[in-house]
Every structure is written in structure tokens, then in C-alpha cells.
């Protein structure tokens, strides 16, 4: 009986025990994660057409709000240094486009977003179209015919020419 009333005993005290150093555990912090600028697109609600364009409807509304990791133990939000820029359909509760940035990009693209909007006020002629690829990886093709099913058939140009 005693041997039964021990082993009966210690079975739930460690388990007890486990749980009490799980939860007494500090959360773990990854610096990776909270540092860097993640992006993330959201497409199963949206209609995506034959050559990959997704098409976002009118009612989707920006929001900018600070970024979370989540919640510890304790119930407290974990925190975290970036911002984060959000697509959402707030009559659907889907976000489509999540872009979560350190503070320097944050502050970098709210410098920039300022200065335009201040120039477009001034001017709404006022156009500005940065140079977002490098010249020499845009391909250069030529079209030389098209074939019977009306493909057209193109051959690359010498970027020299």
C-alpha cells in the first residue's frame, strides 16, 4: 500500500513540477526577428489573373501601427522595435499585405512620402519615378515575328547597339 500511495504521489508532483519551470521560464528573445524588415502578401481572399496581377479592391484601408511578437507567460505583449505598414479589408477582416520595417526604413520612407506630398501640394503636375532597377539587368528583346497561334517571337538585342 505504501509503495502504491508513493508512486501514486510522485506522478503528478513532477508533472507539477515541469510545468512550474515551464512557465517560470523567461520567454526567449530573438534580436533576428525584431531587427530586420519582413514582408508578407496575403492572397487566398483576392482574385489573382492569368499573368500573376492581384487586383486589391477600393475598400481596403491602410493602417501603420507598432509591431508585436506576440504575448509571454505573464500575458504581457513581447515587444518589438519595428513598425509596421498594413493592408486590410476592414469589412472582411483580411489583411492583405503586411510590411513590417525597422525604425531607420520607417523614417527613411516617411522622409520621403513628405517631401512628395509636399511637392505634389505645390505642384500636382509635380512627377517623380525613381530608378528602381539596374539598367543592365533589364532585358532588351526585339521582336522578329509572330508565329500561328499569334505568339509573338522575340530574339535579345546587343546592348551595345
Not at 14 to 40: E, I, M
Amino acid at each position: 500500500m505504501k509503495r502504491f500511495f508513493r508512486s501514486s504521489l510522485f506522478g503528478p508532483l513532477v508533472v507539477c513540477a515541469l510545468f512550474t519551470v515551464l512557465y517560470a521560464a523567461p520567454p526567449t528573445t530573438n534580436k533576428t526577428k525584431t531587427h530586420g524588415n519582413s514582408y508578407n502578401m496575403y492572397t487566398s481572399a483576392l482574385h489573382v489573373d492569368d499573368s500573376g496581377v492581384v487586383a486589391i479592391p477600393a475598400r481596403y484601408r491602410w493602417s501603420v501601427e507598432t509591431s508585436w511578437r506576440g504575448i509571454d507567460l505573464n500575458g504581457k505583449n513581447l515587444p518589438d522595435t519595428r513598425v509596421m505598414l498594413r493592408l486590410h479589408d476592414p469589412n472582411h477582416n483580411f489583411t492583405a499585405l503586411t510590411a513590417q520595417m525597422d525604425l531607420a526604413t520607417a523614417a527613411k520612407l516617411h522622409h520621403e512620402l513628405g517631401n512628395i506630398i509636399v511637392k505634389k501640394l505645390q505642384n500636382p503636375d509635380f512627377q517623380y519615378r525613381p530608378q528602381l532597377y539596374r539598367p543592365d539587368q533589364i532585358p532588351t528583346k526585339r521582336i522578329i515575328g509572330i508565329d500561328t497561334k499569334g505568339t509573338a517571337i522575340v530574339e535579345d538585342v546587343d546592348k551595345s547597339q
